[in-house]
């Protein structure tokens, strides 16, 4: 079973779909927040591939086209962004403001967690880009010196993290606005909280869309002048 | 036809994007780099919205499921986490609710406090633009 699934390129682009699939019938069925389907699609595939014993390379080499469409699918972020032009214009401060907090914020949080855990240099610049997209964050974290590929996992990790708890946290915070909504996505979990923040409805998307890229330019401008506090 | 011309308008820009991101050796990938380009084109009317509306629908619906591969590959580098696995995960978990909370409530406030200005607010948008 495990050499002739693996065997076709479509495997694991079928794998993805058919995972992710399960994912959203769970969460229609269950009503559950936390049935998030990226997260039940991901961790579906991780028990497919070693209940059947498939090699993860086997699943990668299909399932790396999906990847690769991202770059196009980043490209088509502006189409949201372009309907909802108006609305950013009003919300321009908003906006701005909530943004610059945000970086500000994920910045802070950073480094205080680390002298809690009092880790090193090498780790705590490591962490600084977590919450942008990854292109961005490869290369801020190489520029501070970082470990990149633990940068990356935890960019992905970040990105997973604010998909799944963002509706149980903008109810406990009681944050109802939906330009709120998609700036706190994009800003905290970059492009993976963004496909989130487009569920939710297209003005959360496009501020969402907003948020990857000007948060990503404001950190690689913002990490330099904290990378050396640690 | 409107399938073809949404699809070659979108990778079209998609290769500029990757063609200025290795051009210009700012840490800027290329999506977002394509990102701006294709807002400014539909902004300045040389694309039109309805000729990439489709297939861009497509792509958003589908970007969910385009992360699934790198969730996946966590797996293989659980080995090189290991002995920062606890003050990664707690990091990256306490920062990520931080960040989403801090970020939404102030753009909330400051939409709430402008909506309570009253109605001359919203029928002065064209003023308003700075």
């Known amino acids: ?230 | 036809m409107r399938y073809l011309k949404g699809t070659a308008i979108i990778f079209g820009i998609t290769m500029a994007g990757d063609f200025l991101s290795r051009l210009l050796s700012l840490p800027v990938p290329a999506g977002v780099y394509g990102l701006f380009l294709l807002l400014f084109l539909l902004c300045a009317g040389w694309v039109r919205e309805a000729d990439v509306a489709e297939v861009g629908d497509f792509f958003l619906e589908i970007m969910p499921l385009l992360f699934i591969p790198a969730g996946v590959g966590l797996i293989e580098s659980l080995e090189q986490m290991r002995q920062v696995l606890i003050p990664f995960a707690a990091i990256n978990g306490c920062s990520t609710l931080f960040v989403m909370a801090v970020t939404g409530l102030v753009a909330q406030a400051i939409i709430r406090r402008r909506g309570a200005d009253g109605p001359v607010e919203e029928s002065s948008d064209r003023e308003e633009r700075r």
């Open chain 1, 1 to 230: 079973m495990s050499a002739f699934a693996g065997s076709s390129l479509y495997f694991g682009m079928l794998l993805s779909v058919g995972a992710y699939l399960f994912g959203m019938w769970l969460r229609k069925k269950t009503g559950l927040s936390l049935c998030n389907p990226l997260l039940v699609a991901i961790v579906a595939v991780i028990l497919f591939l070693s209940v059947f014993r498939i090699e993860y390379g086997a699943y990668s080499r299909g399932a790396d086209y999906l990847s690769y469409l991202l770059t196009p699918a980043t490209v088509c972020l502006a189409i949201p962004l372009y309907r909802q032009l108006e609305l950013l214009r009003r919300q321009a401060a908003a906006v701005a403001a909530a943004i610059l907090t945000g970086v500000a914020g994920s910045a802070a949080s950073i480094y205080v967690m680390s002298l809690l855990f009092k880790l090193e240099h090498v780790y705590y610049v490591t962490l600084l880009p977590k919450s942008i997209t990854t292109a961005i964050g490869m290369g801020v974290s190489e520029e501070a010196g970082g470990i990149v590929t633990l940068t990356v996992v935890s960019i992905i990790v970040t990105g997973i993290f604010g998909n799944v708890t963002a509706d149980w946290l903008f109810f406990i915070c009681r944050i109802e606005e939906p330009v709120a909504k998609g700036l706190a996505l994009g800003t905290a979990a970059h492009a993976i909280g963004t496909s989130r923040a487009l569920e939710l409805g297209e003005a959360e998307g496009a501020m969402s869309s907003l948020a990857i890229a000007v948060a990503g330019l404001v950190t690689v401008a913002v990490v330099p002048l904290v990378s050396g506090l640690i």
